[in-house]
Each structure stands twice: as C-alpha cells, then as structure tokens.
C-alpha cells in the first residue's frame, strides 16, 4: 500500500489542522494506521493510531485531548486532527500502515511499521 500524507500548514499558537493519509495501491481493511512525528535529529515519536475494524484508537499522552484520529475505510483515508497547536507541535508528520492480526492491536513504535508515507511539515508559530 502507498501512503500520502497532507495537510500540513503554518498556523499560529491555539489554531488547528486536519492531516489526511490517503492510501493507494490496495484497501487499508486490515491495516493499522498511525501518525508519528520528528523533531530534526531525532527518532520518529508516536501520536496516534486507528486500528482497522471496530473504530480502536490510541492517542500518545502527549497530546491527548488535542489530537483525535478518524479513518473512512471505504475513501482509504485516515484523517489526524490537530487542535489548540503549540510551537512544540512543530514537526515533519508521517502517517504509516502494517497489517495486523488483530482489530484491535495499536502498534505504537515505528519500527512496527512498514508502510511509510512522504511526511508533511507541520509548523506553528508562537
């Protein structure tokens, strides 16, 4: 499956984004979703994940209560909303899918992936 993500932006302290991974290629049913970012020099860091089937989600304590994450299996699509940003959201953002066994399994680690869209930077300006 190829995995394009969008909709990242400049937007000031408190504003909001809606990033969008679109998949092509094959269906997302069966597949994990989630979200990581990176800061320059360093590791890609989870944020959230839709897993497929019944609606199972995870959200990283970083950013829960700002962040909810969607997914519309039959567009292939996997959105990550993006609420009340700080300069510390500021990040290249990845979307990225791995089959899995489980509907309800939420892998959390990069390494767990092996389907990687291009990133969209993610800026907000203080």
């Known amino acids: 499956v190829q995995l394009q993500a969008s909709g990242g932006g400049l937007v000031q302290t408190g504003g909001s984004l809606k990033l969008s991974c679109t998949a092509s290629?094959?269906?997302?049913?069966?597949?994990?979703v989630g979200w990581f970012r990176q800061y320059p020099g360093q590791r890609r860091e989870f944020v959230a994940i839709?897993?497929?089937?019944?609606?199972?989600?995870g959200i990283s304590g970083r950013v829960r209560g700002r962040v909810t994450i969607s997914r519309d299996d039959a567009k292939n699509i996997v959105d990550l909303h993006l609420n009340n940003l700080k300069p510390e959201d500021t990040a290249v953002y990845y979307c990225?899918?791995?089959?899995?066994?489980?509907?309800?399994?939420?892998?959390?680690?990069?390494?767990?992936?092996?389907?990687w869209g291009r990133g969209t930077q993610v800026t907000v300006s203080s």
């Open positions: 990225a899918a791995v089959l899995t066994s489980s509907d309800q399994a939420t892998p959390a680690r990069d390494y767990e992936y092996d389907n």
């Open positions: 290629g094959r269906s997302l049913a069966g597949y994990a």
């Open positions: 839709a897993a497929w089937g019944k609606g199972t989600t």
